[in-house]
């Protein structure tokens, strides 16, 4: 009986919280100019080409490495990095240069009710992420 009701406050509790958070990320569009919107929309396309370029870029031995399951995530990317090329390591440099340089131009943008809505909007996502780290260490246990 009593693990029927921790299933089901922690069900609950997990609606809830997706619920919170598509609602804020629903206001926070909302509160976007339209300009703001459209920058983002571009940001987001350029790091999903930029993504695919790099994924265009792996090699066979790469793809095995990311397909093998028997390594943890951890594993995984050690042994992915230590097989980058030159040239994969200039592509994920310039990649993250870009996505830099991308959120500091979508900051300058932002009026500081918008800066401390996003605040706010990353506290709750960390207090959400630390909640399900403790539902699961509940649940192995």
């Known amino acids: 009986m009593k693990s029927i009701t921790t299933i089901l406050i922690i069900t609950i509790t997990l609606f809830?919280?997706?619920?919170?958070?598509?609602?804020?990320?629903k206001?926070?569009?909302e509160n976007l100019t339209v300009?703001?919107?459209?920058?983002?929309q571009e940001q987001r396309d350029v790091m999903k080409a930029n993504r695919e370029a790099f994924k265009a870029s792996l090699t066979a031995e790469q793809?095995?490495?990311?397909?093998?399951?028997?390594?943890?995530?951890?594993?995984q990317q050690a042994a992915l990095v230590?097989?980058?090329s030159d040239a994969q390591k200039a592509i994920l440099n310039e990649n993250r240069e870009k996505a830099k340089s991308l959120k500091e131009e979508f900051?300058?943008?932002l009026t500081k009710e918008?800066?401390?809505?996003?605040?706010?909007?990353?506290?709750?996502?960390?207090?959400e992420k630390l909640s399900e780290i403790k539902e699961r260490r509940i649940r192995k246990n």
Do not use: P
Not at 63 to 75: F, G, H, M, V
């Open 63 to 75: 793809l095995a490495i990311l397909k093998d399951r028997s390594l943890t995530r951890e594993q």
């Open 82 to 84: 230590a097989t980058f």
């Open 114 to 127: 918008q800066r401390q809505q996003l605040h706010s909007q990353n506290e709750n996502k960390i207090r």
């Open 16 to 25: 809830l919280g997706s619920t919170k958070t598509f609602a804020q990320e």
């Open 35 to 40: 300009e703001q919107q459209k920058l983002l």
């Open 107 to 109: 900051k300058t943008t």
């Open 27 to 29: 206001e926070l569009k």
